[in-house]
C-alpha cells in the first residue's frame, strides 16, 4: 500500500510533537510525515528517515503552515490521493487512518473529512455565527458536516486542486470552515467518519488571541459567504454580546478577553488580518 503522506503542524512543543509523531508510525497503514515547524524557538529534532522537518521561518498561523505541507502534496503527484493534515499534538488511535479510508472509498465525492474527537458533537455552518456544534446525528461511519475540524483532517487531491487550499487571511480558526464552504460550492461532500478517533488534549495558544481570532474570522467567514446583511447582524450580535458579557459572567465564552474582542471587531472592519497583534500572544 503507498503511504499515505501526513502534515503536522509544530510550534514550540516538541514532546508534544513526538507523541504525536509516535501515533502516526501506530496507523495500521504506512505514512510519510512532513512536519512544518511555525517558527519554534528551537528546531524539533526530529530524525528519521520518514520524517521530513520543513522550516515555515516564523509564527506563520495554522491555515498558512499547513498549506506549505499542502503545496508539497500537489506539487508530488505521485503521493497519492489523500493528504492527512494535525496539529503537534493530535493523537490518533491506531486504526484511526484505515477507518477514515475506509469509510471515504465508499463516498467518490468527498473532498475533506475529518476523525472523530469523541464529543458527540457535529461541526455545521450557520449564515450568522459561522462555525458553530449541534449533537451527533450518526453513531458509527459518514456523517455529513458543514466543515470539518482540524484536529485530525484528510483533503482529497482532487477536491485542492480544484477549490484551492487555506485562504491565509485567517491565519487560524476558520480556514477549515471557508474551505469546506468553497468545496461544497464546487459540489464536493465534507463529513466526519464516527468511530475513527483521535484526542487532543491540549489548547496551545493564549485566551486573548484565541478570543481575538475567532470573532475576527467568524465576520470574516460570515461575510465572505453570506454577504453584509448577515455580518451586520452578527457584529450587532458581537456588540450585545460584549456589553453583556462585561455585566454577566456567565455570558462569557471560555476565551473570554475584552482586549481580544474589541482589537478583533476593529481589525475586521477595517480590514486588518492575517496574524494577531503579537502582544495578544502573551495575554491571559
Known sequence: ?????????????????????????AQDVPVTITVVDNGSAAVPAVEATDVA???????????????????????????????????????????????????????????????????????????YFGGILVPARVDRGWEPVGHPHGTLMLARRACLDEVGIFDERYFAYCEEADL??????AGWESGLVRGAM?????????????????????????????GRYHVFIRLCIALWHLASGAV??????????????????????????????PHLFAKR
Open 198 to 226: 483521535v484526542r487532543n488534549p491540549s489548547v496551545g495558544s493564549t485566551s486573548a488571541s484565541i478570543d481575538y481570532l475567532q470573532l475576527r474570522n467568524t465576520l470574516l467567514l460570515v461575510r465572505e459567504h453570506s
Open 53 to 127: 522537518v520543513v522550516l515555515a521561518g516564523g509564527n506563520l498561523g495554522f491555515g498558512p503552515a499547513a498549506n506549505i505541507g499542502y503545496r508539497r502534496f500537489l506539487a508530488d503527484g505521485d503521493a497519492g490521493e489523500w493528504v492527512v493534515l494535525a496539529p503537534h499534538d493530535a493523537l490518533p488511535e491506531p486504526t484511526c487512518l484505515s477507518n477514515m479510508l475506509s469509510v471515504l472509498a465508499e463516498h467518490p465525492r468527498a473532498g475533506l473529512a475529518c476523525a472523530d474527537v469523541g464529543d458527540g458533537a457535529t461541526p455545521v455552518i450557520d449564515p
Open 248 to 277: 454577566v459572567p456567565t455570558r462569557r465564552g471560555p476565551y473570554w478577553n475584552v482586549e481580544g474582542r474589541l482589537r478583533g471587531l476593529l481589525d475586521f472592519l477595517r480590514g486588518r488580518f492575517g496574524p494577531p497583534p
Open 180 to 185: 469546506a464552504l468553497r468545496a461544497t460550492a
Open 1 to 25: 500500500m503507498q503511504p499515505l503522506p501526513v502534515v503536522i503542524v509544530h510550534r514550540n512543543q516538541p514532546a508534544r510533537l513526538v507523541d504525536t509523531i509516535d501515533a502516526f508510525r
